[in-house]
């Protein structure tokens, strides 16, 4: 099958990923290379599976390891035998006064980025609770990471600990039931956040918004049952289902809706 055959079978804007995704595949076959990625979200670790198809080439993800949204995978010729040090793969923990200071998501992940320059795809999941911030990182930036000693003007400690040690998250979606005139994206944005059309159409043209973590521009695209939303600054929403209309028209909508912490 040749590369164009392949991508037809997916979105535009994912063939500059499934080029590299080929690439690493080729590494595998023609080089017996092993081939350890950066963070995936769901939506690549998928595609790359797919295009492995019968190929004579293992795979493995480091969800086997800990429970996560991003993960990193490791392809390998069949010879190969798991080394788990060869995903690249750390956890570090935040320490901070959690009595006295709150951290948020975006607080954390501007601070890895801007203070230390590297690219967003060496930053995985990031957990926070009310007494502790755990960042999943490739392991060779350790280092880095160590390096910064204050977030937001919160004076804090980042050390690397077992991936054992890993809490889990205190933010919980809460499920609804929505009404919408139509289910595009800018209205069920929305109604799930409670804020004006305006500003929901605003997010989407700002290119603040993605669905199935694909970044989108219009706003008048229709979502489907099982799509996910995801809007900068403010959180994600599930769409669990359609439920039918209302006497007078409108679409009650199932969804499942995760804030942001502020």
Known sequence: ??????????????????????????????????????????????????LIGNRDIQCFSTGELALSELTKIILAPSFYILDVADFDLALLEIQFAHHYNQLSHAQVLGALLHQTGVKRQEIGDIVI???????????????????????ARVAVKIKAIE???????????????????????????AASFKVSRNLAANMVESKKVKVNYLEIEKRNGVVR????????????????DFLGETKKGKQRVSVEILKNRK
């Open 129 to 151: 609770t009310d007494k502790t911030v755990q960042v999943f990182v490739s392991r060779h930036l350790i280092d880095v990471f160590e390096s910064i000693d204050k977030i």
């Open 225 to 240: 049952s099982g799509d996910l939303i995801s809007v900068r600054g403010y959180g994600r929403i599930r769409i669990s």
């Open 1 to 50: 099958m040749s590369h164009e055959d392949i991508y037809q079978h997916f979105k535009a804007d994912e063939r500059q990923f499934i080029e590299r995704c080929l690439d690493w595949l080729m590494q595998v076959d023609d080089q017996y290379s092993v081939i350890s990625t950066y963070f995936l979200n769901p939506r690549e670790a998928l595609i790359l599976k797919q």
């Open 163 to 189: 991936l054992s040690a890993l809490t889990k998250s205190n933010q919980e979606a809460t499920k609804e039931v929505i009404l919408v005139e139509t289910a595009r994206i800018d209205k069920i944005i």
